[in-house]
């Protein structure tokens, strides 16, 4: 029974979120649609399965959730402190910088996770991954302090992917 599920759900998460997307994209909350979706959830996996060879094995979903939270509060408040740069603070008073951030995590899906999530937050842009994966560039848009931003990144994100993906 348990390799009948895993061939019918290689990816169970992308399942679920592939059958939510399609509803919602319908605007048609009704069965049909909702089927349909399930079964281009269930399809869309199974045909892409053997080009995701090092899928993670274990993901801590409940701190999952909580990163999201962070990062969408980060999102917020990042967006105001941006307009207020914007509006304030004269060319000549920003501090613009790269920043390199020596990675602990080595699965390319946090890695990726946590380009995303840096690229998202504004102020902030993912431009470059080190050849061996071990250090992100990151541009900041007025940065004094380049080892705060640094740290800042390593210990709100980088240290809830660690959890996440171990």
Same mark, same amino acid.
């Given at each position: 029974m348990g390799k009948v599920l895993n061939w019918l759900l290689p990816h169970p998460f992308l399942t679920a979120l592939l059958t939510i997307v399609w509803t919602l994209l319908q605007n048609d909350l009704s069965w049909g649609m909702f089927v349909f979706g399930l079964v281009l959830g269930i399809i869309i996996p199974i045909g892409t399965a053997r080009w995701w060879p090092d899928r993670p094995h274990r993901l801590a979903?409940?701190?999952?959730?909580?990163?999201?939270?962070?990062?969408?509060?980060?999102?917020?408040?990042?967006?105001?402190?941006?307009?207020?740069?914007?509006?304030? @603070?004269?060319?000549? @008073?920003?501090?613009?910088?790269?920043?390199v951030i020596p990675l602990d995590i080595?699965?390319?899906?946090?890695?990726?996770?946590?380009?995303?999530?840096?690229?998202?937050?504004?102020g902030t842009v993912?431009?470059?991954?080190?050849?061996?994966?071990?250090?992100?560039?990151?541009?900041?848009l007025d940065a004094p302090d380049v080892d705060a931003v640094r740290d800042d990144i390593k210990n709100r994100y980088e240290s809830r992917l660690l959890e996440i993906f171990k």
């Amino acid at each position: 029974m348990g390799k009948v599920l895993n061939w019918l759900l290689p990816h169970p998460f992308l399942t679920a979120l592939l059958t939510i997307v399609w509803t919602l994209l319908q605007n048609d909350l009704s069965w049909g649609m909702f089927v349909f979706g399930l079964v281009l959830g269930i399809i869309i996996p199974i045909g892409t399965a053997r080009w995701w060879p090092d899928r993670p094995h274990r993901l801590a979903g409940g701190r999952m959730i909580v990163y999201c939270i962070i990062v969408i509060w980060d999102i917020i408040v990042a967006n105001v402190q941006v307009a207020w740069i914007v509006l304030t @603070k004269p060319n000549n @008073k920003m501090s613009p910088a790269w920043v390199v951030i020596p990675l602990d995590i080595r699965t390319p899906e946090a890695i990726t996770i946590l380009a995303g999530t840096i690229t998202l937050t504004p102020g902030t842009v993912s431009a470059d991954l080190s050849d061996e994966g071990h250090s992100l560039l990151v541009h900041a848009l007025d940065a004094p302090d380049v080892d705060a931003v640094r740290d800042d990144i390593k210990n709100r994100y980088e240290s809830r992917l660690l959890e996440i993906f171990k």
